[in-house]
């Protein structure tokens, strides 16, 4: 038997060999850290199951944006737990609400720093869902008016870019729209287009204290089974006039973002979620992951499916690999 002509294992043999011939690069420009913000002052409560991340009150959070500045990091994307909630999730868009505080604080600190702002009411109702809510049941086109209230405050505030991640139908256009009327036709929207009723958002859940009190989002998050469905929804927001569309959560959907890249051709976001980040953090505590090789696998794996942007709570962790890797 003749020996094989082509030897793939030659380009193998040295690392730098490795290197030269690596299809996907992770750079620090690709990623996105999101974070927590509350009221208060020198808060910075940790969150159990997500090693490493804590909500933060806004003072702290400037720490946290200027390490992530100073690491290359281009962007953070911003959720807020409000102080009190009710039926309509009235903080969401209120002037004074924590995300529109942490906006102000974190664009007159850090200014190069882009600010994404999360477009949902789940984190400020009482009943925990992301629309209203009447007669026991989420209703959409109420919702709307809401969301497109809070696009708006968060544009006021100073915010880049807003990223709505309810999943009604229509709320891209309603937010488009608005933002239009109000001047801010420059605005971009990122929004989460094929978002998944995923059981990977727990550990979320528990930061943002966001969990529905009755039922839950099957109604109006996608089906984990489909996938032609997600390029139906990302082809409606992209005709309402998003800018960036998103595939979440990122890892048990690298089928999606991968034809979502070769169907659309559009920037592309994936959000690896806290479930993703939890579980690599647990494996590597317990010793059965290494937990550096771990998260570098997964999140070239995002970024090989397609994905331009990858949100990930493991953006700081990843950087200073990066950055070390490149030292080295």
Same mark, same amino acid.
């Given at each position: 038997?003749?020996?094989?002509?082509?030897? /793939?294992?030659?380009?193998?043999? #040295?690392?730098?060999?490795?290197?030269?011939?690596?299809?996907?690069?992770?750079?620090?420009?690709?990623?996105? &850290?999101?974070?927590?913000?509350?009221?208060?002052?020198?808060?910075?409560?940790?969150?159990?199951?997500?090693?490493?991340?804590?909500?933060?009150?806004?003072?702290?959070?400037?720490?946290?944006?200027?390490?992530?500045?100073?690491?290359?990091?281009?962007?953070?994307?911003?959720?807020?737990?409000?102080?009190?909630?009710?039926?309509?999730?009235?903080?969401?868009?209120?002037?004074?609400?924590?995300?529109?505080?942490?906006?102000?604080?974190?664009?007159?600190? %850090?200014?190069?720093?882009?600010?994404?702002?999360?477009?949902?009411?789940?984190?400020?109702?009482?009943?925990?869902?992301?629309?209203?809510?009447?007669?026991?049941? %989420?209703?959409?086109?109420?919702?709307?008016?809401?969301?497109?209230?809070?696009?708006?405050?968060?544009?006021?505030?100073?915010?880049?870019?807003?990223? /709505?991640?309810?999943?009604?139908?229509?709320?891209?256009?309603?937010?488009?729209?608005?933002?239009?009327?109000?001047?801010?036709?420059?605005?971009?929207?990122?929004? &989460?287009?094929? #978002?998944?009723?995923?059981?990977?958002?727990? /550990?979320?859940?528990?930061?943002?204290?966001?969990?529905?009190?009755?039922?839950?989002?099957?109604? &109006?998050?996608?089906?984990?089974?489909?996938?032609?469905?997600?390029?139906?929804?990302?082809?409606?927001?992209?005709?309402?006039?998003?800018?960036? %569309?998103?595939? #979440?959560?990122?890892?048990?959907?690298?089928?999606?973002?991968?034809?979502?890249?070769?169907?659309?051709?559009? /920037?592309?976001?994936?959000?690896?979620?806290?479930?993703?980040?939890?579980?690599?953090?647990?494996?590597?505590?317990?010793?059965?992951?290494?937990?550096?090789?771990?998260?570098?696998?997964?999140?070239?794996?995002?970024?090989?499916?397609?994905?331009?942007?990858?949100?990930?709570?493991?953006? #700081?962790?990843?950087?200073?690999?990066?950055?070390?890797?490149?030292?080295?």
């Amino acid at each position: 038997m003749g020996q094989p002509v082509f030897r /793939p294992r030659r380009l193998r043999e #040295k690392p730098l060999l490795r290197n030269l011939v690596r299809e996907t690069r992770l750079g620090v420009d690709d990623l996105v &850290y999101p974070v927590f913000a509350v009221h208060g002052r020198g808060i910075r409560d940790p969150i159990a199951s997500m090693p490493g991340q804590c909500r933060l009150s806004v003072d702290e959070l400037l720490k946290d944006a200027k390490d992530v500045a100073g690491m290359g990091i281009p962007a953070l994307l911003l959720f807020g737990l409000p102080d009190e909630k009710d039926p309509r999730g009235s903080e969401a868009y209120a002037e004074d609400g924590i995300v529109q505080q942490a906006v102000r604080a974190v664009k007159d600190t %850090v200014p190069d720093l882009l600010v994404v702002t999360d477009v949902c009411l789940c984190q400020y109702t009482s009943h925990g869902h992301c629309g209203v809510v009447e007669d026991g049941a %989420v209703r959409n086109d109420p919702t709307l008016e809401l969301l497109a209230r809070v696009a708006v405050s968060h544009a006021e505030a100073g915010a880049d870019m807003v990223a /709505p991640s309810d999943m009604m139908d229509g709320r891209v256009g309603a937010i488009r729209e608005a933002l239009d009327e109000a001047n801010y036709a420059e605005m971009p929207i990122m929004a &989460y287009s094929a #978002k998944y009723a995923s059981s990977f958002y727990g /550990p979320f859940r528990e930061a943002a204290d966001s969990a529905p009190q009755f039922g839950d989002r099957r109604s &109006y998050q996608m089906d984990p089974a489909n996938g032609a469905e997600a390029m139906r929804e990302i082809a409606l927001d992209l005709d309402e006039g998003a800018d960036i %569309v998103m595939v #979440k959560p990122a890892l048990p959907y690298l089928d999606v973002i991968s034809r979502a890249k070769t169907e659309f051709g559009v /920037p592309l976001a994936a959000y690896s979620v806290s479930g993703e980040y939890a579980m690599i953090k647990a494996a590597g505590q317990l010793g059965w992951l290494d937990e550096r090789r771990a998260m570098m696998e997964a999140l070239t794996a995002i970024r090989r499916a397609g994905a331009d942007i990858v949100i990930t709570y493991f953006a #700081k962790d990843a950087a200073r690999l990066l950055e070390h890797d490149r030292g080295a």
